[in-house]
């Protein structure tokens, strides 16, 4: 029998970090979450990674976690993958690891790696990751793997604790060298359930920051995307051409489908349900199931929208972080509304 | 022809090579920087053989049946440990598809991703000798805040060379105020 394609897949090699991020979406740091089975183990990674392959044909591989440095074995992991004829990208916060690592990595044939760089002001990088020196720490990284020849991709979180100096920030990623730049907003999700107050923009301030970085981005000649879904009646892309948009896409082999290391199978890193174990359960069948069919509905905020087949509602694996449906509309619909009419009140005041 | 059978001869050579380091590694336990490093070169220098001669083999040392030791705490909330130390310091907890005899925890500041205390985990039946253990450890006296336990499988004095099997975030307090260390 043949084996399933899947263009990409991120692999949860632990869920251990050394960070605390104000921000991060991973969801057993969610405060609903009350089990506790973190995962490291380079025995059961090799498991995994030997059954997926055995029952699809994966073409790229990205290495994420928790933090993948805080794994177990983590550079002979990735060698496996490699042997496999899989290209790999490794997403890291940049504070886990040393020059002999990156080197055998980039020897290896690992063609990017994607940090953090939250601001040019490194105690407001080190407030969204509640560790003091992580910026130093991530600049450091950035000047080694400089000198290996690897693409770097700088991912800045957009929060209300950066946003102000998001032009700045993106000058600062060039003059390291840097011409590739993920930003993302803040997505609702893990810890930062709990942060929402103090890291959500409202809808104005979104709105400028992303202009802000758009402007930069065209005078200054970086490439700046967009990777978090974001629904068009918030940010429409026309607006900010200096940014490309990422959207989900509808059909679920073509999403960053995330593995855990015990074999679950989910639709993307940011969504917390799993759709099957590739141990116990047909790939086919978990491609195919009811949970994953939610994620063909039409949310019923977005049932007459024009361009529905484009924004697909936004993240709406926010939604189910937020214990919501897959079948319902990014969470920051909700969010920016109940700012807007908390405003309103305000002003009627 | 002549360029390509030399180049596959070359590779299978590699990868008896490489097979042999990795049987070093496997002895090691994994631990052995010396042979991971010769791994990760001659596993490098077969990709970039392999590149130009279609269809290498594979090397297969990677096989493993073995399970991962997972760690359970009997008191959870918000996947956070919450302890009074007024009250207990006591936590308990098991571990399942146990491998190795030897347990321990590290106690860490999450601000400066730094270790304070570090301690052995005890068996409540005395001894890591069965799949599923349940086990006990001792909070020591810390002011209170937020901080890491982390846990691994193997003593205290040897953490510094392995990698945490499970970490959870701990909350201390002192509900009675006079017990606060501050
Ligand atoms: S966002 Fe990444 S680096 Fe930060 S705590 Fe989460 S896993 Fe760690
Ligand atoms: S699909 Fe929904 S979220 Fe997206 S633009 Fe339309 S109404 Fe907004």
Known sequence: MSKIKLPLVAFEITS?????????????????????????????????????????????????????????????????????????????????????????????????????????????????????????KVLETIRILSQLDVHIVAVVVLTKINANHIADTLLFIKQLGITRIMLNRFNIGGRGIDNNEELQL???????????????????????????????????????????????????????????????????????????????????????????????????????????????????????????????????????????????????? | MKKEFYLSFFVFGLTILFSGICVAVYLSKGKSAFWISKKMKIGALILSFTVLSSGGCTPMCYDSSEPTEYINLDSIENNTLNIDLSTNNKVTGTISERISNEFSFALGNISSDTIFYQSDIFATDGEFDEITETFALTIPETKNGDFILRFYNTNQNLQADHYPIAEIPIKIVHSRIADVQN
Not at chain 1, 93 to 101: F, I, K, Q
Not at chain 1, 309 to 322: L, P
Not at chain 1, 323 to 333: G, H
């Open chain 1, 202 to 349: 409202s809808e104005e301030e979104l709105q400028t920051a992303f202009k802000s970085a758009s402007e930069t981005a065209l005078q200054q000649k970086i490439t700046v995307s967009s990777n978090v879904c974001t629904p068009i009646c918030i940010l429409n892309p026309n607006d900010y051409r200096g940014i490309s948009f990422t959207f989900c896409s509808a059909d679920v082999k073509n999403r960053p489908l995330t593995l855990e290391l015990n074999g679950n199978l989910r639709f993307c890193n940011h969504s917390p349900v799993v759709l099957g174990n590739i141990f116990t359960d047909k790939l086919e069948l978990i491609l195919n199931n009811d949970k994953t069919k939610l994620w063909e509905g039409i949310p019923e905020y977005c049932v007459d929208c024009q361009v529905f087949e484009r924004c697909r509602g936004g993240c709406r694996a926010a939604s189910e972080q937020m214990n919501l449906s897959a079948k319902t509309v990014d969470p920051i619909i909700h969010f920016l509304k109940i700012q807007r009419e908390a405003q309103q009140t305000n002003f009627k005041q």
């Open chain 1, 16 to 136: 251990i970090c050394n960070l605390r991020c104000r921000y991060c979406y991973n969801y057993w740091n969610a405060p609903t979450i009350n089990t506790f089975l973190h995962f490291n183990s380079y025995k059961q990674s090799i498991k995994t990674l030997k059954k997926l392959f055995s029952v699809a044909d994966v073409g790229h591989m990205t290495f994420t976690g928790g933090e993948p440095f805080m794994a177990e074995r983590f550079v002979e992991t990735v060698l496996y993958a490699r042997m496999k004829k899989k290209s790999v990208t490794i997403i890291t916060n940049g504070t886990r690891s040393n020059e002999n690592s990156y080197r055998q990595l980039v020897e290896i044939g690992v063609q990017m790696f994607e940090l953090p760089i939250h601001s040019y002001l490194s105690d407001v990088h080190d407030r969204m990751t509640n560790l003091n020196g992580s910026h130093g």
